[in-house]
């Protein structure tokens, strides 16, 4: 058991549903259970006014060389960028910007960015923005320094080859401007395949900011429902990741030679580091998420965003599953019929967008009762119990339903769209939208049960109106 094993007061802190955890019993043979969980972090600044000091870091990550900056147009004209460039100058730096990544980035957007990063004589990634922006900088980084004649080549297979990065990046500082998007502490990259129409990305640890600012005040003046939007992503990334299937049920190669590296996927899968972050994201969430949206103080925002990176910690190590599986096929398959979701200012990506956080909250109900009842066992009991008492600060019976009525009630509160038939998809197109999520390999084989097309179908049909 943990408690015998993690060192000092560690395993104090941990619930008591947490300790149930053991290490699995190898097998003869090369391939057995698991025994063992990585848990990778960057540098993380947290803190009101951590912007201003940006410059400063920078020039210590790049050694005094060109900075490339790489933000979008909206965000080019707030206030608090100008304390970033500010900063910038007086570190005496050189910054080349790039203002035109695009929200809810394609993979052809990415290829632009990494053209422009490329251009550069930049030491030092510097991006500001939500998650489009960076993720956007992680792939440029990527593309930039080691091109190929298609950036599918790197993309998560099926969609791509999931061919591994080849070697080390420029450091890369993300802050993130969003109270949601946990992409500054993930080794991640998701963008729409425009000619596949669908949603995919990069998965590969070497893409991690190597540090991430995250400074509240930039939140500040988000409109509502971005704060519900982007609110919810970190609500779904801390029960995907609390929920996801346990390290120990992964089949690991052991090889025989000792010189050769046992390379662990991103996804660990759930894990006693990953759920100590999860919880605190719930209790937070619990205390502020309706608070920010209604009112957007300070002090809400504030725990939105320290929910948002721990979550992000936690969903770069653990992983998500069916929530974001299944809402890449939603944000893809965008049509005439597509309703957008009301109050969020779509003015500002130029093109139909159906918010991330959004496209989550619509398959999140869903899973949480479909998981309850595919997983009759006393920890996953334990699991939706808790989440649903971080968030409503009660505790009620071990039920999935009771999760799931405390989402939709969340939804509901913040004017969020309840259910995918809202948005404009029918019953007609549940079976293309499976079809579409079957291949989100890295996310259905994170699920706490080994799903099956049928699964999806009941999830996508249980999604369409709450």
Same mark, same amino acid.
């Given at each position: ?13 941990? +619930? ?19 025994? /063992? ?39 080019? =004209? &707030? ?9 910038? #100058?007086?570190?005496? &730096? #050189? ?31 510097? !991006? ?23 950036? &599918?080549? @790197? ?7 999931? *061919? ?10 993300? /802050? ?33 900011? $190597? ?25 779904? +990334? ?8 346990? @390290? ?42 309706? #608070? ?33 599986? *299944? ?10 019929? @597509? ?8 003015? !500002? ?26 997983? #009759? $066992?006393?920890?996953? =009991? ?85």
């Amino acid at each position: 058991m943990f408690r015998r094993t993690l060192p000092g007061n560690f395993a104090c802190c941990l +619930h008591p549903s947490l300790l149930h955890y053991s290490p699995a019993t190898p097998t003869d043979g090369d391939t057995r259970s698991d025994t /063992c969980f990585e848990i990778h972090n960057n540098t993380v600044k947290f803190g009101r006014y951590a912007l201003r000091e940006v410059g400063r870091d920078c020039h210590h990550l790049g050694h005094g060389g060109t900075v490339a900056l790489l933000t979008d147009s909206t965000i080019a =004209r &707030l206030p608090f960028f100008q304390d970033v460039l500010r900063s910038l #100058k007086a570190a005496a &730096l #050189k910054v080349e910007v790039y203002d035109k990544t695009r929200v809810e980035p394609t993979d052809g957007s990415f290829v632009e960015a990494a053209a422009f990063l490329r251009g550069t004589d930049a030491k030092v990634v510097l !991006s500001v923005g939500g998650g489009s922006v960076l993720d956007t900088a992680k792939a440029a980084n990527l593309f930039a320094k080691y091109p190929r004649d298609n950036i &599918l080549d @790197y993309v998560n297979a099926p969609v791509g080859k999931g *061919m591994p990065c080849p070697g080390p990046l420029l450091p890369h500082i993300a /802050c993130p401007t969003t109270c949601g998007t946990g992409s500054e502490c993930t080794p991640f990259a998701i963008c729409d395949i425009v000619s596949m129409n669908c949603k995919s990305g990069i998965s590969s640890r070497e893409i991690t900011p $190597t540090m991430a600012i995250v400074d509240p005040q930039a939140c500040d003046s988000l409109p509502k429902a971005v704060i519900a939007a982007s609110g919810f992503d970190v609500l779904s +990334h801390s029960i995907e990741s609390y929920t996801a299937r346990p @390290y120990t049920s992964r089949l690991q190669l052991f090889p025989r030679d000792p010189s050769r590296r046992v390379a662990r996927p991103p996804f660990n899968g759930s894990n006693p580091y990953s759920d100590m972050a999860c919880e605190r994201a719930l209790q937070l969430l619990g205390r502020s998420y309706k #608070k920010a949206v209604a009112t957007q103080s300070q002090e809400a925002i504030d725990d939105m965003t320290l929910a948002s990176m721990l979550a992000g910690t936690a969903m770069g190590n653990a992983g998500c599953h069916l929530p974001h599986a *299944m809402s890449y096929p939603l944000s893809g398959l965008i049509t005439d019929a @597509y309703r957008a979701p009301v109050g969020y200012p779509h003015h !500002s990506t130029g093109h139909p967008t159906l918010p991330h956080g959004y496209s989550v909250a619509l398959g999140a109900p869903s899973t949480v009762r479909h998981m309850a009842k595919a997983i #009759k $066992t006393d920890e996953m =009991r334990r699991r939706l119990s808790r989440c649903d008492e971080f968030l409503t600060g009660g505790q009620r019976q071990d039920s999935g339903e009771y999760l799931a009525d405390t989402l939709i009630d969340i939804m509901r509160h913040n004017g969020m769209p309840l259910g995918i038939e809202t948005v404009g998809f029918s019953v007609s197109q549940v079976s293309e939208l499976v079809k579409r999520c079957i291949p989100q390999k890295r996310l259905v084989d994170n699920a706490p049960w080994a799903v099956t097309e049928e699964d999806l179908t009941a999830l996508y049909m249980g999604a369409m109106r709450y």
